[in-house]
């Protein structure tokens, strides 16, 4: 099984993103926090562990706030979201589901992401396992229990802090260079490969998909 992170990987979320920091930004008053020109601007907090990105400006405590609302704001916002998984991904991802499978890992609300996956995906298409920020425990326990319980073997991110959380768990940390951080926060994390686009995402999948191992099936041991 490959696990995915969701917004910036399988997702184009960015404007999203964007548009939410800045609206937290002002109803916070954390004028402290860097003014975003645009999306484009996103690295310049998306570096290194995301609970601790923001310490660089304010308290440890009010970055937890921060983020608490921010993920608030985005999944309301999703109702006017006019794109689903990355086009490219959507073939790539169908033959995952119907070979070794695969799972997606994500600091975003559980519905949100699954009514995104859903515009573009079939049901038969869609991921085995969804682990969202409304399950408990940290990315790294999720990741570990899913290489224990179903053979995952590999995490792509699209930060600095998913490939630690990959290789904390064990597992092959792919990272792509066109998410929300920089392609210095990731190579910093030194991932086990940098895919730079979708189509080399795609690419990648499909080599997967085509050599499948036998996966085992989930292990009711906790």
Not at 76 to 81: D, F, Q, S, V
Not at 125 to 130: D, E, F, H, S, T
Request: proline residues 7%; negative net charge; charged residues 20%.
């Amino acid at each position: 099984m490959l696990v995915f992170d969701f917004d910036g990987v399988l997702h184009d979320s960015r404007a999203r993103a964007w548009r939410c920091y800045q609206d937290v930004r002002e109803e916070m008053e954390l004028w402290a926090l860097p003014d975003l020109a645009g999306p484009a601007d996103l690295p310049v907090v998306y570096q290194g562990v995301l609970s601790a990105s923001l310490t660089r400006w304010i308290d440890f405590e009010i970055a937890e706030r921060f983020w608490k609302r921010h993920a608030e704001l985005t999944a309301r916002a999703t109702t006017g979201e006019p794109h689903g998984v990355i086009p490219e991904l959507a073939g790539p991802l169908a033959s995952l589901a119907a070979g070794p499978g695969y799972a997606v890992v994500t600091g975003s609300h559980h519905t949100t992401v699954r009514t995104l996956l859903a515009r573009t995906l079939t049901p038969e298409a869609m991921p085995q396992v969804l682990l969202s920020r409304d399950e408990p425990g940290s990315k790294t326990d999720k990741l570990r229990d899913l290489r224990t319980r179903w053979g995952a073997t590999a995490y792509v991110g699209d930060t600095g802090s998913d490939v630690r959380h990959a290789h904390a768990a064990g597992l092959t940390a792919i990272a792509v260079a066109y998410g929300y951080a920089s392609c210095e926060d990731l190579t910093r994390a030194e991932p086990d490969r940098l895919l730079d686009t979708p189509a080399d995402l795609a690419a990648w999948c499909q080599a997967q998909a085509a050599c499948p191992t036998t996966a085992p099936e989930p292990s009711t041991a906790t």
